[in-house]
Structures are given as structure tokens and as C-alpha cells.
T-cell receptor
Framework: KQEVTQIPAALSVPEGENLVLNCSFT??????LQWFRQDPGKGLTSLLL?????REQTSGRLNASLDKSSGRSTLYIAASQPGDSATYLC????????????FGTGTSLTVIP | DVKVTQSSRYLVKRTGEKVFLECVQD?????MFWYRQDPGLGLRLIYF???????EKGDIPEGYSVSREKKERFSLILESASTNQTSMYLC????????????FGPGTRLTVT
């Protein structure tokens, strides 16, 4: 079974800092990896989807990379803002299970004004 | 924009009651999912459906059933609610047949007393 780990569990940074969130997974045979944002008590908002054939995806200040061979993905946030404060989750869809996604437990980010 | 809606944001039920959680998506997606989210455990898949009247068990189906009579609607049923089913329930949908993003609803916070 695919295991997904996100370290650290929590992170605090001053406004304006660039930061990197990490996601690691145990089975490198994946269809895709998706990064989400979750605000307290709310649902998940999709940020970026990386297909297995891709190395990275970018959207605005966000850049996600994928290294399947090492079982790792990173989410880079440039020039962080207080509005970026949320929990960030990654989810992996293994080839062995098709539609099923496995989630990490997330990194709780606080950006201090 | 894809919209996934859930019938209730907050729900309080008594032990032994039958509980229905409903999810509707408006983008003609083939795949729909029900997850529960608990602190420290992350999101865990309960059931998913890849077509009308089709369903597959996820990692934690015990105590739950599902129904998908129409493509846009996916219902989660707790046959006899128990206190250990107190959780945040999240519905998601995704286009089928390829590598596509999952889209989530706002969640239902269920408390069983």
C-alpha cells in the first residue's frame, strides 16, 4: 500500500520568505501527484497536478516538482503572504489502484505578517 | 468551474440513527469519492464510484454504504451511526478515463452523540 509522508507537520515563516514543502511516497509507480490547500474547517482546493511524465508544474507563485525515482515531490511557494496560511496536502495516485488517491497528513503553514 | 456541493456543513446525530450524506457535482464527472478526515490520520477513502450504479470499497468501508443512482449524485449512508464515525466527511469528483484533478466539496462535520 502506498504510504505518503509530509514533513514538517507545521511550519512558521515570516512574510516574504520563500519556502519549500515536502512530500514523499513509497511506491514510485504513480499516475500523478496532486497538491491541495485546506483552510480550517473547509474542503480541499486543488493547487497543482503533476502527471507521472512531468517533472514540474507552475501556477503563479507556486511551483511543484516531481522526482519519481526518489519518491519525492516539493511545493515551492515564492514570496509568501499571510493569505498563504493553511494546511497543504499532497495526494498520490498509484498505478496499481488506478482511481484511488493516497493522502499525506499535511503541513500546516503559518505566514507571520 | 467545477462545483461539488454537500448537503450539510454540520450534522449532529444520535447513536444508532441512519444517516445520509449527499454530494452533487455539476461537471458530468464519472468518478466520485467519499473520504473521512481525522486528526493525525489524514484523509482515508471510504468508497468510490466510477460510474452510475458502480462502486468500489476504499480502505475503510466498514459501517458505510453508498448509492449512485444518477451520475451527478453520490450518497454516503451510515446504516447505524456510532460515536467512532464522528468525523469530517469530504466528497470529491474527477473526470474519468485519464489523469485529471480531483475536486472537493466543502465537507460535512458529523458528530454522533
Amino acid at each position: 500500500k502506498q504510504e505518503v509522508t509530509q514533513i514538517p507537520a507545521a511550519l512558521s515563516v515570516p512574510e516574504g520568505e520563500n519556502l519549500v514543502l515536502n512530500c514523499s511516497f513509497t511506491d514510485s509507480a504513480i499516475y500523478n501527484l496532486q497538491w491541495f490547500r485546506q483552510d480550517p474547517g473547509k474542503g480541499l482546493t486543488s493547487l497543482l497536478l503533476i502527471q507521472s511524465s512531468q517533472r514540474e508544474q507552475t501556477s503563479g507563485r507556486l511551483n511543484a516538482s516531481l522526482d519519481k525515482s526518489s519518491g519525492r515531490s516539493t511545493l515551492y511557494i515564492a514570496a509568501s503572504q499571510p493569505g498563504d496560511s493553511a494546511t497543504y496536502l499532497c495526494a498520490v495516485s498509484p498505478r496499481s489502484t488506478g482511481n484511488q488517491f493516497y493522502f499525506g497528513t499535511g503541513t500546516s503553514l503559518t505566514v507571520i505578517p | 468551474d467545477v462545483k461539488v456541493t454537500q448537503s450539510s456543513r454540520y450534522l449532529v446525530k444520535r447513536t444508532g440513527e441512519k444517516v445520509f450524506l449527499e454530494c452533487v457535482q455539476d461537471m458530468d464527472h464519472e468518478n466520485m469519492f467519499w473520504y473521512r478526515q481525522d486528526p493525525g490520520l489524514g484523509l482515508r477513502l471510504i468508497y468510490f464510484s466510477y460510474d452510475v450504479k458502480m462502486k468500489e470499497k476504499g480502505d475503510i468501508p466498514e459501517g458505510y454504504s453508498v448509492s449512485r443512482e444518477k451520475k451527478e449524485r453520490f450518497s454516503l449512508i451510515l446504516e447505524s451511526a456510532s460515536t467512532n464515525q464522528t468525523s469530517m466527511y469530504l466528497c470529491a469528483s474527477r473526470r474519468g478515463g485519464g489523469v485529471y484533478e480531483q475536486y472537493f466539496g466543502p465537507g460535512t462535520r458529523l458528530t454522533v452523540t
